[in-house]
Structure formats: C-alpha cells, structure tokens
C-alpha cells in the first residue's frame, strides 16, 4: 500500500526514502531555486487527493458542488483562462532544430524559438524564490500505462495544489510511477510555478495565484525539461498534457522511431461486427472530444473512445500502427457540450470531476452556453462570480472552460483503452474549423498524398488559445 502523505522541511529532502536517487536530485535542484517552504511527495492515494481538494476549498480556490458526487469549480483569475502560445518557447542550440526560418524576416507560425541565452537570463528573473511561503509538491506520473512499452514517466514539482487535484485525473500518478523510477526509468523534468511568493504583494484575484505579466512556458528538448511559469491554466501548469505529450515527446518520437500526435483514437464498429480503429487530427476546440465519443445515428454502428486528444503511435514488429491515448483523463471545453453534442461526455462529467471557469447554478449545478436553459427559479452565476441571466449580451462561462474528468467514466470507454500494446490504427483523419472555401470531407488518393494534405490544411484560431479574432493557422 501507499505510504502516508509525506511532507518535510527542505532542508530534509534527503530524508525522503520513497525518492530514487535521480528524482531527489532534481527535487533538491528546484527546491534550491524555488525555496519553498516545504516539499509534499505526492501518493496518488484517495485520501491524499481529498485532503488536497479540501485545503483548496479552505483558501477559496475551488468550491465543492452540491448537486454531484465529487465534483468542483474553480474561477481563475481573468488573465488566465488560455494556453498562451505567444510565450510558449521552444529552446535549442539552433533556430533551425525549432521552426524553418522564412525569407524576408516573416515569422514562423508553427512556433516560438528561444536562445538558451535568453532562457536562461528568463529563468533567473522568475524562478528564484519563486515558491518562497509556499510547498513544493512533487507529483511522480506515467504518460500510457505504467506498464506499457510505449509509457514515459515525468516528474513534476509545482506549488499549485488545483495542478495535484487536475496531474491525480489527467495521468497515472504517485508510488507506482516512483516504483519504476526507482527501477532506473528515464524521466521528463518538469518544473511549474506560480510565481506568487508569499507574504503576497498585490492581492489575488479570484483567491487564484498567477502571475500574468511573467508567463513563460519553455521546453529544452535537447535535455528532455519543461519549465512554465505564471499561470495555473491546464494548458500551461498541467506539464504532463501538451508540454510533455506533445511538445517533447515529438522529440522523443523523433530520436526513437515513433510519433507523439494531436490525435483523438476511436473504434468504429459496423453491423457485421468488423472493428476498426482510426486517429483523427483537429486543433483544439475544433470537436476532437465530441467525435471520440460520438453517439452514431446509424443503425448497427458503434463507437468507442479510447482517447479525445493525444495519440502515440509506434509500428510493431510485424509492421503494424499502434497507438495509446498516453493520457487518463478528459480535459475537454465545455460549452456546446450538452446532452445533444456529446450525451457520453454528460455522462462522464457527472462525478469525480473538477470545473474551471464554468457558470454555477444556485442548485449547485453547473451550465454553460449549449446547455438547455436552467429550470424556472434555479439563478446563475457567471465564471467571473457575477449573477448573471439567461439571455444577457455577456457568456456565463468562458468559451475556453473545461472539464476535467476521468477517462474510465466514460460509458463507451474502448475495452482496449488501457492496453499496454495500445490498438492498432486503420485511418488517419486530419481536420479543422474551416467554415467556407474547402469541402467538408474528401479523402486522400492515398498515404503520401495523405501526408500532404494532413501537413497543408490551416485551420480557424479558437478560444483555446489566447488569439482574437479569425485567423487561419498550420495548427494540427
């Protein structure tokens, strides 16, 4: 069984039997920059997770909803309600290992490079006692399966107890994945703050710590570390997600022969009983998580989810595509999901999931833009804390609200979503939000060409990210 919750002074961190040699090393070099004022090595136990849900409560960072079994709600801080892409650096030796270079100075738009002189003059000016008053957790995680041949761990030390609760559904988490640490098992060094020391020197918003004007997300993939700072959003403090899953794990997949993908995983199958698994590319917010779970109106036909999000794909030895969903959760945007879009994602945010930025019900509910009007009586509030009516000019959730929720709840979970040698893959379907000038499905005359296609097609901004307004992107 899991040891008790572990939390000691820094100046014991060399006490803490359960660190392999390798994670204590890291652990002792951020709690040397970050000064906390003490270190929680994260189990992964219930107890520990509802401990930490109701410390949260207690400093009015989440508030528990009545109306569901173990569910919750967070309001951000207004600044920080996106993944912020404009200070999501990738930092390399050379420019050119990071995003082409075009003629005439234009800038790339697949990407932000940093110098690891500018990185590290950043670092300096944020890091530094960035955790000073505040405790350091220490969260041990598996991207896939602990067990599988395609998992990668990580270890992530944060001072951001909403990061605990979210890193406890998102990934496989605590002291199965030190266990194989401890086996010798490369990690991901991941390192998120805050950046809000205490004693504070400007009053929070929202009881939400984040430090806006400072945000950087930097990726070194050269030495497989993540460093983010300023923002407790999902996108930029939940390191295991797109930081980890994509960004270096892209690399990773280019030194070892496989591919980390933006990808949902489904299993289609049609009346005669023939199964077939397929990926599908779309940028964020452009309907991955409804396709995953979609309900078919065909007669005979079924869908399984085994992923809405990221896909890591390897060939096996007999030369077969295969995948995992290196993920354990749902992080998914909430509104115009309703019992219409997507009924089995209804299903599976109904218990055990955190809310950000969603509008409350006085009920104890909650609602967002697509959900059927609230019943007569039941009043609103909206994401920023406001009352708020059915009907006025402004949202009552942020259109880049989010659920996060355990994939194992989902009512069509694929049997195979958990398989340690993951599914093997017959279809590859790239998409976007392109309203007018394309068709709206045409298929490849075959793989090469696919590629192509896949690797041309542009999409509209979304709420996703921080962009205003409509502009097309290369984002899949």
């Not at 951000?76 to 030796?93: F, G, H």
């Not at 030390?157 to 098992?185: F, H, N, Q, W």
């Not at 009924?343 to 697509?370: C, K, L, Q, Y």
Request: proline fraction near 8%; aromatic fraction near 8%.
């Amino acid at each position: 069984s899991a040891p008790a919750m572990t939390s000691v002074g820094v100046r014991s961190l060399a006490s803490i039997p359960s660190l392999p040699p390798s994670v204590a090393e890291f652990v002792s070099g951020a709690a040397a920059e970050c000064k906390p004022a003490k270190v929680h090595v994260v189990t992964g136990t219930p107890e520990e997770t509802a401990d930490i849900l109701a410390n949260l409560e207690k400093d009015g960072m989440v508030k528990k909803l009545a109306k569901y079994e173990n569910c919750w709600l967070a309001r951000t801080d207004p600044k920080d309600v996106a993944r912020v892409e404009s200070k999501t650096v990738i930092v390399t030796k050379d420019q050119r290992d990071t995003i082409p270079i075009p003629t005439g100075g234009a800038k790339s738009q697949l990407g932000s490079w940093m110098s690891e002189e500018t990185f590290q003059k950043a670092r300096e000016d944020r890091f530094p006692g960035c955790m000073a008053g505040r405790t350091m957790y220490v969260i041990p995680f598996s991207m896939g399966p602990v067990n599988s041949s395609l998992a990668k761990f990580g270890v992530q030390v944060t001072d951001s107890p909403y990061v605990v609760a979210s890193m406890g559904i998102m990934t496989r988490m605590g002291t199965p994945v030190l266990e194989k640490l401890a086996e010798g098992a490369e990690f991901v060094r991941c390192q998120h703050s805050l950046g809000r020391p205490l004693p504070l020197k400007a009053p929070l918003v929202n009881s939400w710590p984040c430090n806006p004007d400072k945000v950087l997300i930097s990726h070194l993939p050269d030495t497989r570390q993540i460093l983010s700072f300023g923002s407790g959003y999902g996108g930029n403090s939940l390191l295991g997600k797109k930081c980890f899953a994509l960004r270096i794990a892209s690399r990773i997949a280019k030194d070892e022969g496989w591919l980390a993908e933006h990808m949902l995983i489904l299993g289609i199958t049609n009346p005669q009983g023939v199964k077939r698994y397929i990926a599908a590319a779309f940028p964020s917010a452009c309907g991955k998580t409804n396709l995953a779970m979609m309900k078919p109106s065909l007669p005979g036909w079924t869908v399984e989810c085994v992923g809405d999000d990221i896909a890591w794909m390897k060939f096996d030895s007999q030369g077969k595509l295969r995948a995992i969903n290196p993920e354990n959760g749902f992080f998914g945007v909430a509104p115009g999901t309703s019992l219409k879009t997507n009924p089995h994602a209804m299903a599976t945010i109904s218990r055990n999931t955190v809310f950000t930025n969603v509008g409350e019900t006085s009920d104890g509910g909650v609602w967002w833009e697509g959900l059927e009007p609230p019943a007569p009586g039941i009043k609103l509030t909206d994401w920023h804390g406001k009352s708020w009516k059915y009907g006025d000019s402004t949202l009552c959730a942020h259109p880049n609200s989010r659920f996060c929720a355990p994939a194992g709840q989902c009512p069509i979970i694929d049997p195979l979503w958990e398989s340690d040698e993951g599914v093997p893959i017959d279809a590859i379907v790239f998409g976007g939000r392109r309203p007018e000038g394309v068709p709206l499905v045409y298929e490849s005359f075959n793989w090469r060409h696919g590629v192509f296609v896949g690797a041309a097609m542009r999409s509209e901004s979304t709420a996703a990210a921080e962009h205003k307004g409509t502009n097309f992107h290369f984002s899949i």
